[in-house]
């Protein structure tokens, strides 16, 4: 289409090849003409009055009646046209709001960076994927010198910007615990005060705490209410659940936290998750923790950095591209 | 320059005279039917917010002529509720969910200036205004 003409000549154009030939390539061209009016947003009213100004002048002689019928949908199309400019405004808030979420996810990332440790005769693999932009899953490690490596991860019941903004506060308030670092039980207890005392009541937050010791190899942890990960069990080939006790996060100012022990062999994995794993939907419902095993066992094998990506891989496809929980996935590796 | 004429707005039939006093005016000074649709359009928007939710108004329409340029300017008075946040019926989306003010940034968008004044327990004031280009 000539850039040189006018909205009023391209449509003049091409009704009237339209009206002497009803050809396809006449309803092609008007295709291509609202693309470009749309493009140049120009509002519906407009176009009947482009409709009516081109018959004019095609068809001068026609009835008065039919001039007049123009004057209805302009008045109807003046309202689709009130429509069509919010619809336009909207689009433009809705851009904004994207890049604003787009900053906070990478404030966000940086707020709660972690890296996994690099220690002798441990492999780690960690992957968090958020569902929307902000993430409610969080994990966190530190690595004390010779003695332990610490592992939280925590998930906060709701997804997007909320459970974001509460992750960041529990991250605060485990960064200024650090006496309390060593003992699972007396994180959970501290933290669980925090959130009693600051988050709203219709928030909850599962969270697991797990301190490695790397002289004995044997990993202390606590939970509260938090997916029960597994142990795999070199020796046997076999999936236990890590299981523990204890409430929500938020929920009873006095809660207490047990301490529960495993013991790690050569070869042995821990296998720690957010729901978003485990609730990951699928056609036939949620997948079964079997399901997920038998996924884990596939990539027995594989060191825990390539499990975690190809679990996330599969799952993702499984559930058709669409997560519909924030999804975290750590483990674990005695190596030596 | 400045000739006014007003339209009171007590029931529904009201909103049909500032419609035909906006479309006369309009017309008169030269504006094509899609301006004049567009007007008539605000008006109706503008009157209806009035014999909705205010009760009983004024709808007045001014011939304006400044350095040359004419123009038609829109004024809505009523002695209302008021609007108590301004801001929040400036916002989109509120036109289709109703209520007070539904419809202003609709108007705005049809028209090429907007001003609105409310207080709560007094009434409220808008003056939109179309130039002739």
């Known amino acids: 289409m000539n850039k040189q003409e006018t909205l009023e000549e391209q449509f003049s154009k091409i009704l009237q090849e339209y009206i002497n030939n009803q050809s396809e390539q006449a309803l092609y061209a008007a295709q291509q003409f609202s693309r470009t009016a749309l493009e140049k947003k120009v509002p519906p009213e407009e176009v009947i009055s482009l409709q009516k100004s081109a018959m004019q002048e095609l068809m001068p002689d026609l009835s008065p009646e039919v001039w007049h019928s123009f004057d209805i949908l302009l008045e109807v199309m003046t309202a689709y046209g009130f429509a069509f400019r919010e619809h336009q405004s909207l689009l433009a808030t809705q851009k904004e709001l994207k890049n604003e979420m787009e900053i906070a996810s990478n404030v966000q990332e940086t707020l709660l960076g972690t890296s996994v440790p690099e220690v002798d005769g441990l492999e780690i693999g960690a992957l968090s994927v958020p569902a929307k932009q902000m993430n409610g899953d969080y994990y966190h490690f530190v690595h004390d010198g010779d003695h332990s490596v610490n592992i939280a991860i925590a998930d906060v019941i709701g997804k997007g910007i909320p459970a974001a903004l509460c992750m960041s506060m529990i991250k605060y308030a485990m960064d200024s615990l650090p006496e309390y670092r060593k003992d699972p039980s007396a994180v959970l207890e501290s933290l669980n005060r925090v959130v009693e005392q600051n988050v709203d009541d219709s928030m909850f937050i599962t969270m697991f705490y797990g301190m490695y010791e790397l002289r004995s190899n044997i990993l202390h942890f606590a939970s509260a209410g938090h997916e029960p990960g597994f142990f795999y069990r070199y020796k046997d080939k076999e999936f236990l659940d890590l299981e523990a006790r204890g409430l929500l996060l938020g929920v009873d100012k006095n809660a207490k936290y047990k301490r529960y022990e495993q013991a790690v062999e050569i070869g042995d994995m821990v296998i720690l998750m957010s729901d978003g794993v485990t609730e990951c939907r699928t056609d036939e419902g949620f997948i079964e923790r079997e399901t997920l095993i038998s996924y884990i066992n596939e990539y027995i094998e594989l060191p825990p950095q390539e499990i975690v990506n190809k679990i996330f891989r599969d799952l993702e496809r499984l559930q058709h591209f669409q997560l519909r929980d924030d999804f975290t996935i750590i483990i674990l590796k005695r190596t030596k | ?133």
Do not use: H
């Open chain 2, 1 to 133: 320059m400045e000739i006014q004429s007003c339209v009171s707005i007590l029931n529904e039939w009201d909103i049909v005279a500032a419609r035909q006093l906006g479309r006369n005016v309009a017309k008169e000074l030269g504006f094509g039917t899609v301006d004049q649709a567009r007007i008539t359009t605000a008006i109706s928007e503008l009157a209806r917010n009035i014999y909705l939710y205010a009760g009983e108004g004024q709808l007045c329409i001014d011939r304006l002529n400044e350095n040359g340029k004419a123009g038609l300017r829109i004024i809505a008075l009523d002695k209302g509720p008021g609007i108590p946040d301004i801001r929040k019926v400036m916002e989109d989306g509120f036109s289709t969910s109703g209520g007070l003010g539904a419809g202003l940034p609709g108007v705005r968008r049809l028209m090429d200036d907007f001003n609105i004044d409310s207080d709560p327990g007094e009434g409220t004031e808008i003056r939109s205004t179309k130039w002739l280009r």
